[in-house]
Antibody, heavy 119, light 106 residues
Framework: EVQLLESGGGLVQPGGSLRLSCAAS????????MSWVRQAPGQGLQWVSS????????FYADSAKGRFTLSRDNSKNTLYLQMNNLRAEDTAVYYC????????????WGQGTVVTVSS | DIQMTQSPSSLSASVGDRVTIPCRAS??????LNWYQQKPGKAPKLLIY???NLQSGVPSRFSGSGSGTDFTLTVSSLQPEDSATYYC?????????FGQGTKLEI
């Protein structure tokens, strides 16, 4: 069974940092691109960042560029999102999601981890 | 960026009804269109990919159609468990943008 388990969320002050992790199991992690998608309270879904299967290329939403860094460790089947200089508008549930083939479709999602940026 | 528009933002229907949920892209995206279902407090679930392909395990009462800029999700016979918010998403061009969602109440 494919499983994605996010962790690392929490309460952080504006300007602070957090590192989110997504532990994958049930599939060959190194063969799939992965993404983070977030959802602010009461709002819709927003793509944040994606990384290719090898980790050789990363892509970011404008809101994340220069502040967030996406990486992966295929030996540990884990995806990471380093978030720096956090703002109140980054408050959201952050989901990691698996992408089949070389597509922008998300066929499996984790349960999400909550990030709250507040003083 | 490609804008995805879903209207209405909510709709109400009854068990057994046939319901269609529209989605429009601000530019042509061929069939790079996906539909997700999200229930309160849960992660989204992929229903339809490539505009019309049913994801494995999804009931056959769900179907998708369209190409270019106009797309539709159809539920042929509503069940109580279909009460959820439905999002369309374009996977043609990064950033992969979502519609704002249509909340379906039964």
């Amino acid at each position: 069974e494919v499983q994605l388990l996010e962790s690392g969320g929490g309460l952080v002050q504006p300007g602070g940092s957090l590192r989110l992790s997504c532990a994958a199991s049930g599939f060959t992690f190194s063969r799939y691109a992965m993404s983070w998608v977030r959802q602010a309270p009461g709002q819709g879904l927003q793509w944040v960042s994606s990384i290719t299967d090898s980790g050789g290329a990363t892509f970011y939403a404008d809101s994340a560029k220069g502040r967030f860094t996406l990486s992966r460790d295929n030996s540990k089947n884990t995806l990471y999102l380093q978030m720096n200089n956090l703002r109140a508008e980054d408050t959201a549930v952050y989901y990691c999601a698996k992408q089949p083939a070389a597509s922008g479709t998300y066929d499996c999602w984790g349960q999400g981890t909550v990030v709250t940026v507040s003083s | 960026d490609i804008q995805m528009t879903q209207s209405p933002s909510s709709l109400s229907a009854s068990v057994g009804d046939r319901v269609t949920i529209p989605c429009r892209a601000s530019q042509r995206i061929s069939t790079y269109l996906n539909w997700y279902q999200q229930k309160p407090g849960k992660a989204p679930k992929l229903l339809i990919y490539g505009a019309s392909n049913l994801q494995s395990g999804v009931p056959s009462r769900f179907s998708g159609s369209g190409s270019g800029t106009d797309f539709t999700l159809t539920v042929s016979s509503l069940q109580p468990e279909d009460s959820a918010t439905y999002y369309c998403q374009q996977s043609s061009t990064i950033p992969y943008t979502f519609g704002q969602g249509t909340k379906l109440e039964i």
